[in-house]
């Protein structure tokens, strides 16, 4: 009798706790919403295409909305601005007329083509997708989507037949790079024998340029599954004409066909929250480093076709637990397409080098 009273006991002195820490959570959270409100704070955004893309600008759009509804802060959006000097500077120019100091640019090539606009303005806080600039009113944020790239690959390798798996890949940047090896280290972790054939668009959205170099990998490379790095769904379309499986990119249902066997996801609420509420509260000189991944679930995969059996998601999710746990994927011997060693046995390739110096590929990369 005496151990249940102490259980019960045990367990009221528990539930108290839970309750007294969801309380204090709820108030912090209301009280930043306060202060926003009260600051009638604004925040500029500015994005690469609309935000009805069925991509990267409407999964951040909705992102976007999800942390400023949440935290009482008024949105200003200026969409469909090129990866181009003259554009983004009158984008930026506009928001600072309009007594915006905050103002968050939203694609990968933005820091760097108005980098001194940033530096002549440090009473305007800029927030960039961009580790390859720094400025005192500048900080990076991302999500490691590399991580969700990987478990891609094991998707990929797992699937494919012909142990030949195509990537159409964008621009030749550190971001790109970064993903494209975790897919590649994800397909051989699951099947050694396979090889990625990659090429090329030098762009985040040209779809006959998309179409036509998902077109050459299935005509010369024998690929029977085609991921991709760009903004739209052009190459999802060429694999569901084509017959070949598929891996989308922010595309957040399967509304396209059993062919897509999934899509990198990122839940961008949960990271434009962590760093605004940070802004909000004078915290953000406290974390220099927003790039939040898994163990925040901030990315994954979105779903799965009715064509991935329950041994390939077994497959996916141990690979998950792995990474929560603290598997770096970029671990152990690495070398890259040359035949330099980038990792040994026993080393792991750190966020720094992850973030400044990745401009290479794998071995087990093949470029037609």
Request: aromatic share 10%; charged share 25%; net charge negative.
């Amino acid at each position: 009798m005496k151990s249940k009273i102490t259980i019960i006991a045990l367990l009221a002195v528990v539930a108290f706790f839970v309750l007294l820490y969801l309380s204090f959570s709820k108030v912090g959270n209301e009280e930043v919403k306060k202060i926003a409100e009260a600051q009638k704070l604004r925040i500029g955004f500015v994005l690469l295409s609309d935000t009805a893309d069925n991509g990267w600008n409407e999964t951040h759009y909705r992102g976007i909305r999800s942390a400023c509804d949440s935290l009482g802060v008024q949105m200003s959006l200026i969409t469909e601005i090129p990866e181009e000097r003259g554009p983004l500077e009158k984008a930026v120019n506009d928001m600072i007329a309009d007594s915006l100091k905050v103002i968050v640019l939203t694609s990968y090539n933005y820091p760097i083509l108005i980098k001194d606009i940033i530096e002549k303005r440090p009473d305007v806080m800029f927030y960039g997708i961009n580790w390859e600039f720094d400025a005192p009113n500048y900080k990076a944020y991302f999500a490691r989507i590399y991580q969700a790239r990987y478990l891609a690959g094991i998707l990929a390798g797992a699937m494919t037949k012909t142990n030949h798996v195509g990537y159409v890949a964008a621009m030749k940047n550190i971001q790109v790079y970064r993903g494209l090896n975790a897919f590649i280290l994800g397909v051989q972790s699951v099947n050694p024998k396979a090889k990625v054939y990659v090429r090329w668009t030098n762009s985040w959205n040209e779809g006959e340029v998309e179409t036509e170099n998902a077109n050459k990998l299935i005509d010369s490379s024998g690929i029977d599954v085609i991921a991709f790095h760009q903004d739209r769904a052009y190459i999802i379309e060429v694999a569901e004409k084509r017959g070949v499986y598929c891996i989308g990119n922010h595309v957040e249902n399967n509304r396209f066909s059993s062919k897509m066997l999934s899509s990198i996801a990122l839940d961008w609420g949960i990271i434009y929250k962590d760093f605004i509420q940070d802004y909000i509260q004078k915290k953000d000189n406290e974390n220099m480093d927003y790039w939040l991944g898994l163990e925040k679930d901030a990315v994954g995969l979105a779903f799965y076709s009715s064509e991935v059996p329950d041994s390939v998601k077994t497959l996916v999710n141990d690979a998950i637990e792995r990474i929560k746990a603290g598997y770096n994927m970029f671990s152990g011997r690495i070398v890259d397409s040359n035949g330099k060693v980038r990792s040994e046995e026993g080393e792991t390739i750190s966020d720094e080098v992850l973030r400044s110096d990745m401009e290479w590929l794998v071995k087990g990369a093949v470029e037609p």
